[in-house]
Nanobody, 121 residues
Framework: VQLQASGGGLVQPWGSLKLSCAAS????????MAWYRQTPGKQRELVAI???????NYADSVKGRFTISRDNAKNTVYLQMNSLKPEDTAVYYCNAQKIYSDPSTFQYDLWGQGTLVTVSS
């Protein structure tokens, strides 16, 4: 099982970008999924998280601007980022807390490869 993130790029301040992260492999169920971000010299920080049932939580710095969603049929999580600011520039990583390949077999704490978001004029 692996996670593949995509959608990063260069965007101007106040612009929008949508990230995607698809889980692939032998998948029975995916628990909570999340987006983190990291800049050089800083710890990776949680941006947003969504449960398998659709409950969400956001970092204060992105509330009202970012929206996390998921398509359970596609085992994919999205991050819609609006009103982007230069301080949102970072490498964004997707994370899955638990991925089950059958009702009793799972892997936990899986990470995607990271996608760079640069907000600059």
């Amino acid at each position: 099982v692996q996670l593949q993130a995509s959608g990063g790029g260069l965007v101007q301040p106040w612009g929008s970008l949508k990230l995607s992260c698809a889980a692939s492999g032998n998948i029975f169920k995916v628990n909570a999924m999340a987006w983190y971000r990291q800049t050089p010299g800083k710890q990776r920080e949680l941006v947003a998280i969504i449960s398998s049932g659709g409950n969400t939580n956001y970092a204060d710095s992105v509330k009202g601007r970012f929206t996390i969603s998921r398509d359970n049929a596609k085992n994919t999580v999205y991050l819609q980022m609006n009103s982007l600011k230069p301080e949102d520039t970072a490498v964004y990583y997707c994370n899955a807390q638990k991925i089950y390949s059958d009702p009793s077999t799972f892997q936990y704490d899986l990470w995607g490869q990271g996608t760079l978001v640069t907000v600059s004029s």
